[in-house]
């Protein structure tokens, strides 16, 4: 069975940090692209960050950039995501996320397919 | 960035109706729009990707739609585990990818 296991749930202070893993199982996790994927309480989804298969490309949102770092230890199928300078305005639900690249003719097209349960993150004082 | 724009934020429908959501991107992003279900408590599950093609294991009573900026989400005969919140996605070209606001389908 194909699973995402997200950890590293906690309450930080503003300005703290926290790590947050992904472990992975049930597929050939180093042949996928992974990202971040946060809802804050009451809010939509929003993207965090990518990080791709191979040599990885590495991209963020606006709003982290700077302050969180996704990395991949593909002997561990594990992904990361290293949050520095935490803000109240980071709570959230915090999922780790597949992206499967399926070719529809001659196009293929990236579509975020697995997801884990998500984990919860509380910035507050 | 592209930005994506729903519409309605949320409605309400009877088991059995027909709904249709919209999805605006910003600028062209050709057919690299996928559609999620996300239920309260639940990890989000996707239900379409480029535009139209229906992920295994999805009823086909949701089906997409749309090209260029615009692109439609319609669900037929509405069944209560279908009361969710919707959102589209753009995948276009490299991240980052937006996701709609949502659109909260609630039962009447």
């Known amino acids: 069975e194909e699973r995402l296991v997200e950890s590293g749930r906690g309450l930080v202070r503003p300005g703290g940090s926290l790590r947050l893993s992904c472990v992975a199982s049930?597929?050939?996790?180093?042949?996928?692209?992974m990202n971040w994927v946060r809802q804050a309480p009451g809010k939509g989804l929003e993207w965090v960050s990518s990080i791709t298969s191979g040599r990885p490309y590495i991209y963020y949102a606006d709003s982290v950039k700077g302050r969180f770092t996704i990395s991949r230890d593909d002997t561990k199928s594990t992904l990361f995501l290293e949050m520095n300078s935490l803000r109240v305005e980071d709570t959230a639900i915090y999922y780790c996320?597949?992206?499967?690249?399926?070719?529809?003719?001659?196009?293929?097209?990236?579509?975020?397919?697995?997801w884990g349960q998500g984990t919860m993150l509380t910035v507050s004082s | 960035d592209i930005q994506m724009t729903q519409s309605p934020s949320s409605l309400s429908a009877f088991v059995g109706d027909s709904v249709t959501i919209t999805c605006r991107a910003s600028?062209?992003?050709?057919?690299?729009l996928n559609w999620y279900q996300h239920q309260p408590g639940k990890a989000p599950k996707l239900l379409i990707y480029a535009a139209s093609t229906l992920q295994g294991g999805v009823p086909s009573r949701f089906s997409g739609s749309g090209s260029g900026t615009d692109f439609t989400l319609t669900i037929n005969n509405l069944q209560p585990e279908d009361f969710a919140t919707y959102y589209c996605?753009?995948?276009?070209?490299?991240?980052?990818?937006?996701f709609g606001q949502g659109t909260k389908v609630e039962i009447k």
């Open positions: 996320v597949r992206a499967t690249g399926a070719a529809v003719g001659l196009n293929v097209y990236d579509a975020l397919d697995m």
């Open positions: 049930g597929f050939n996790f180093r042949s996928y692209n």
């Open positions: 996605q753009q995948s276009y070209r490299a991240p980052p990818w937006a």
């Open positions: 600028q062209f992003i050709s057919t690299y």
